[in-house]
């Protein structure tokens, strides 16, 4: 059998413009470091948030944010959103990302920011389950930190959007829960195979077999009520493909699931769209999270 290498180097450059975004972006660092900042103003301001571990590791933590309730509520039965970081597994901390949980908490939404150990250090499978045993840890503790088990939704951004993905294809009784109200993969990565000729995976070092059975794409089925798939109109054809890709599949398999292009954001700003409560992402996000009642599927 002959290879065409020119082909395939073409094939390898066009995947790693798709999926290697450091060049591509300059200006993400400026982002980040904004994110950085006002995450550490919001944890400054915040009244009675605490960080727990939920594993021996120590990156393995919650960063829990209660939910502000109007003066005279009845303590407990919040909704809870979870946000899982991003990095490509490999980079990042929940830190960065605490400005997020900013608005929810003021509109009586509870959010717990989970942090994972990164790759190299550890197996892309081991931190897909570190992000179900965040959720498992959180179901525990659910009448102590006063939200309900019915009521919980989880995001993610990046690769974080993969682990979200994934979390929600973990049978509910699995992680001392229910079916989850919503899924909101931001930017996420649903079928792996496209990263195993990037080099993305110096780092993460999957192999075929794993990016397979990793892939949310490839998972039976989803416990969620729906998936809300948000990407942003100026990231790459790699990261845009993977989400319309991704809600296809979902509804193959019988999930409810809408896509949204945000219009004029990148791989890196479009979190603001899910961060501030006058734009449509955040909007759409709040309404369904605040339901009564999780989905029966």
């Known amino acids: 059998m002959e290879f065409d290498t020119e082909r395939i180097v073409e094939l390898m450059q066009a995947l790693e413009r798709n999926y290697s975004l450091r060049a591509r972006h300059p200006e993400r660092e400026a982002i980040y470091a904004d994110y950085e900042a006002r995450s ?13 571990p939920y594993a021996e590791a120590e990156r393995c933590a919650i960063d829990w944010f209660p939910a502000r309730l109007p003066q005279g509520a009845p303590p407990g039965g919040t909704p809870l959103f979870v946000f899982i970081h991003g990095g490509f597994w490999r980079a990042l901390d929940r830190r960065v990302f605490s400005f997020i949980a900013e608005h929810y908490v003021k509109a009586g939404i509870a959010v717990a920011m989970v942090g994972y150990e990164l790759a190299p250090a550890v197996k892309l499978s081991h931190i897909v389950d570190q992000a179900a045993d965040a959720l498992a840890c959180l179901n525990r503790r659910a009448g102590e930190l006063g939200f309900d088990t019915r009521r919980v939704s989880v995001s993610g951004h990046s690769a974080g959007g993969h682990l979200a993905a994934m979390v929600s294809a973990v049978p509910p009784q ?36 794993d990016a397979l059975r990793l892939s949310p794409s490839a998972m039976e089925r989803f416990h969620t009520g729906e998936f809300i798939v948000a990407v942003g109109e100026k990231e790459t054809d790699g990261f845009i493909g993977q989400s319309r890709g991704f809600v296809e599949t979902a509804q193959d398999k019988g999930s409810k699931a809408t896509l949204e292009i945000v219009p004029g954001r990148t791989h890196f700003d479009v979190l603001e769209d899910l961060a501030r409560p006058e734009l449509p992402l955040f909007q759409r996000v709040f309404e369904t999270i605040t339901r009564t009642s999780a989905s029966t599927a």
Do not use: I, K, Y
């Open 174 to 209: 699995s992680l001392g829960g229910h079916p989850l109200v919503c899924v909101v993969p931001v930017s996420g990565v649903f079928s792996l195979a496209p990263l195993l000729l990037t080099s993305v995976n110096h780092d993460v070092r999957m192999t075929p077999d």
């Open 40 to 52: 550490e103003r919001f944890r400054a301001a915040a009244t009675g948030w605490q960080s727990f």
